[in-house]
């Protein structure tokens, strides 16, 4: 089956149909990609950053020596690091 136009139809040609399915694949990793990264509109947006500061884990800019000592304070606990690693 081929689901790209406005319509399914039904492929009968062999070669047809492997190029259906390698372009279906080319569509899907596309698709993939597109989903996780985010445009540079959210990225800057007023709205998402005021957001995520009134988070409570939301520090803002901050540097890594200050996050290993915010880390360091707050102990060990699951789930709570460094997410730049």
Not at 27 to 33: G, H, L, S, V
Not at 36 to 50: D, E, G, I, K
Request: net charge neutral; hydrophobic share 30%; charged share 20%.
């Amino acid at each position: 089956m081929d689901f790209s136009g406005c319509t399914g139809r039904v492929i009968e040609n062999p070669s047809e149909v492997l190029t259906v399915a390698l372009e279906e694949a080319q569509a899907w990793r596309k698709k993939t990609t597109h989903r996780y990264s985010l445009p540079a509109a959210c990225q800057s947006s007023p709205l998402s950053t005021a957001i995520h500061c009134t988070q409570p884990w939301f520090h803002g800019r901050i540097s890594r020596e200050d996050t290993q000592q915010l880390i360091g304070r707050q102990g060990l606990v699951d789930g709570y690091g460094d997410p730049r690693g």
